[in-house]
């Protein structure tokens, strides 16, 4: 793996983080019936950090919780060892509320259909917002996010690397090379 491009640093991230924030704010005008998920485990972390940027900003803080995909991808059969499960963690209703889906990466689209199939069994919210740190391209299905923080051009050789504080120790994103 070789890194192509240094996308963000700490400083950058902070900032893109405070962008989405209010973009999601102008969208919804306010946070009364917002709910925040994300998808574990990278959205987890930036779907709290969202919440806390909401919290500073409206004085307030938005319900949270977390979505485990797993057991609603379409590919979980194509693997042959068993797929590490871990638990979705959200204790308030949907039914109603505006939810701002929170992932790291859009890529082919497969995990966020995952989740919208996850969150229907949970309850029908009036409206599901899309938000991701970078959209890749390359989409298999007809999915798109409604609030970006950078897009980047990839091909099928590269990745995006998203590293948070509370995995990795500090925040940046990259572009690398996967081919090597």
Do not use: C, W
């Not at 057991?71 to 693997?79: E, F, I, N």
């Not at 979705?88 to 966020?112: E, H, P, W, Y």
């Not at 259909?113 to 899309?130: C, E, F, M, P, W």
Request: glycine fraction near 8%; aromatic fraction near 4%; proline fraction near 2%.
């Amino acid at each position: 793996m070789t890194i192509l491009q240094h996308i963000l640093d700490e400083h950058g991230f902070e900032r893109m983080l405070s962008r989405l924030a209010h973009e999601i704010l102008e969208r919804n005008q306010s946070i009364e019936q917002l709910a925040v998920i994300g998808l574990r485990t990278r959205g987890e972390f930036v779907a709290n950090r969202l919440a806390a940027k909401l919290n500073e900003i409206e004085g307030r803080q938005p319900d949270v919780g977390v979505l485990d995909v797993t057991l609603y991808r379409d590919d979980v059969r194509q693997h042959l060892k068993q797929p590490e499960v871990r638990a979705t963690d959200i204790s308030f209703d949907i039914t109603g509320r505006q939810v701002i889906l929170v992932d790291d990466v859009l890529f082919t689209g497969r995990t966020v259909r995952s989740a919208l199939n996850a969150l229907v069994d949970l309850g029908r919210a009036r409206t599901i917002q899309l938000v991701v740190l970078v959209d890749r391209g390359h989409r298999e299905l007809p999915i798109r996010a409604d609030f970006i923080g950078k897009n980047v051009t990839t091909s099928r050789g590269q990745e995006i690397r998203v590293r948070l504080k509370e995995v990795d120790g500090h925040d940046g994103i990259d572009l690398v090379s996967i081919d090597d």
